[in-house]
């Protein structure tokens, strides 16, 4: 059973930074694409940041420059900076496989971890 715990969510001011981390052990790390995902109240889950596993790094155009996602595959980490957050980026944020072998995955309900919870105030 795979497990992931990330850690470094708070509360921030417009305009801060955070950095994320989440730590995946019960899995080959490795061999998978990586994401960090995030959930708004009231929204659906989105990508935010993905990474392959030759540490090619890919944004949504709406992130803007503002995040950098990176992996240590002999921790088995990954991690989030974000920088010049705002209130739009409150929400619950994840980290799971995104592709295996060029495929996408479907995440099993029981495969999410608790998520760190970012609160970005005005």
């Known amino acids: 059973q795979v497990q992931l715990v990330e850690s470094g969510g708070g509360l921030v001011q417009s305009g801060g930074s955070l950095r994320l981390s989440c730590v995946v052990s019960?899995?080959?790390?490795?061999?998978?694409?990586m994401a960090w995902y995030r959930q708004a109240p009231g929204s659906q889950r989105e990508v935010v940041a993905t990474?392959?596993?030759?540490?090619?790094?890919a944004y949504p155009p709406s992130s803007n420059g503002r995040f950098t996602i990176s992996r240590n595959d002999r921790n088995n980490t990954l991690t989030l900076q974000m920088n010049n957050l705002t209130p739009a980026d409150t929400a619950v944020y994840h980290c799971?496989?995104?592709?295996?072998?060029?495929?996408?995955?479907?995440?099993?309900?029981?495969?999410w971890g608790p998520g760190a919870h970012i609160t970005v105030s005005s």
């Open positions: 799971n496989a995104f592709r295996e072998n060029g495929v996408v995955m479907k995440i099993r309900p029981q495969d």
């Open positions: 019960g899995s080959v790390f490795s061999r998978y694409d």
């Open positions: 990474i392959s596993t030759v540490n090619v790094a």
